[in-house]
């Protein structure tokens, strides 16, 4: 049986020869062209990355190493990073061989919570959860190793034992930062010898009489584990850890960007935006009731959470997942009954509104009513669930990077006059 750290140095000389090729050969072939409105909207539809962990197809949705994110739905959270870093599904080995390392490196430092108990109770979890990860650089292999003078081919060497480092603490540390804010009493001792998903659920201390809250959090961490390489958050973290910054640092960083609004926060934003619909009408509403509250929401100016996306042109098969759990386990419940509604509508209204270039849910649109539903009600922690997840994504492709060598992070500005000068438009310089 081959470990994960073996496979890895098993393949990367062959990764490096094949992106090194590549290179050698096509070096001056365009894949891209940049036009003035992608300049000023966010770079979107610009290719300028590459990341070999997954790809987000507009009419497909995600697909990781090929497999489409649907077919993987049935997947430990283990397996799928597993996956996202080798490219390969592990057998039964590989995946006792990689659950035993988590196992291993699991323990939480004491100065982890002394940092979080020394912070305000009521700072937003996603504050506290990239707080955690930060302090952890503490311990850092990368950055000790980098000061000892590390040759550059081991970077990724040393990236994987601060991930693993980190991926095998997030459980314990997010379901510490439940305990802690919501004041639901002290922390609940690990279950080491359940799966990474199901410990976790354990050590968030609901109710779970028969496993389905278990389910749902295998699942979630499962559907929210990568999205490409251009999402906030996988940016960010792509963008510091290219400045040789620690694992640590780099996913701190990135999960700084997940916590806003227009990115993994939308799930509180949407389950805060159902519950909105729940209170004002005493339950379901209508479907003539449901149209016009949202019809009055983008009036105002506001989003609708959890509709539009800047890839996708469909429904997020993430969505679709969760839709066919919750069908399974709470049909019934009001909330989703409210979020199924909102699917029935929300596309058609967003065509008519005519701004939203995707009218289609996206995963924050549904995960929550899920959650809920499961008693996890405190919707402020969302995000850090999503966070705990992504780490899988974010880390994955920081190693890989560091495999490849990649370099800093640093495309060109310029001032808007230079690029009025450039399509030869007139600026007024006053
Ligand atoms: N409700 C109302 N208006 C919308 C929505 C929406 N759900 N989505 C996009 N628009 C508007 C957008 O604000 C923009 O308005 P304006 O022209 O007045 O500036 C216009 O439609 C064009 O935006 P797009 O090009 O369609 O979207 P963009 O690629 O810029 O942004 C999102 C993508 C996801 C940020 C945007 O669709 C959005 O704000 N959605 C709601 C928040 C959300 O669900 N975010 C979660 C993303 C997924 N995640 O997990 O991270
Ligand atoms: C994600 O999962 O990161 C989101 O869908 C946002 C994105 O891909 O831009």
Known sequence: ?????????????????????????????????????????GMRGV?????????????????????????????????????LITGDLPDSAELKALQDDLRDCARVPRYVWDVLSALPSDSHPMTMFSTAILA?????????????????????GAALEDSLQLLAKLPEIAAGIYRLHTGKGTRIPSRPELDWGANFAHMLGLPDPD?????????YLTLHSDHEGGNVSAFTCHTVGSALSS???????????LAGPLHGLANQECLHFVLEIEDKFGGAPSDAQLSEFIWNKLKEGSVVPGYGHAVLRVTDPRFTAFHAFGERCCASDDVF???DRLYALTPGILKAHGHAKDPWPNVDA?????????GLKEFDYYTVL???????????????????????????????ARIADLVGAFVDAA
């Not at 070999?52 to 799928?80: F, H």
Request: with cysteine; charged share 20%.
């Open 47 to 83: 290719i300028g990355l590459v990341c070999d962990t997954s790809l987000v197809e507009p009419d497909q949705g995600l697909i990781i190493r090929g497999i489409p994110i649907g077919k993987l739905a049935d997947r430990l959270p283990e397996e799928v990073f597993y996956l």
């Open 247 to 257: 694992p640590f640092l780099a996913v701190s960083a990135g999960m700084n960007g």
């Open 1 to 41: 049986m081959e470990s994960l750290r073996h496979k890895l140095r098993r393949q990367i000389p062959a990764l490096r020869k094949e992106t090194h090729d590549l290179i050698e050969a096509c070096s001056s072939k365009v894949v891209s062209q940049v036009t003035v409105s992608q300049v000023f909207g």
């Open 337 to 339: 009954k409210i979020v």
């Open 211 to 219: 496993g389905g809250f278990a389910r749902l959090m295998r699942l």
């Open 366 to 374: 549904i995960s929550g009513s899920l959650l809920y539903h499961y």
């Open 386 to 416: 999503f966070g705990v997840s992504r780490a899988m994504g974010m880390t994955a492709q920081l190693v890989i990077n560091r495999a490849l060598g990649a370099p800093i992070i640093r495309p060109k500005s310029v001032t808007t």
């Open 136 to 156: 952890l650089e503490h311990d850092s292999v990368f950055r000790r190793r980098y000061a000892q003078g590390m040759h550059k081919d081991e970077y990724w």
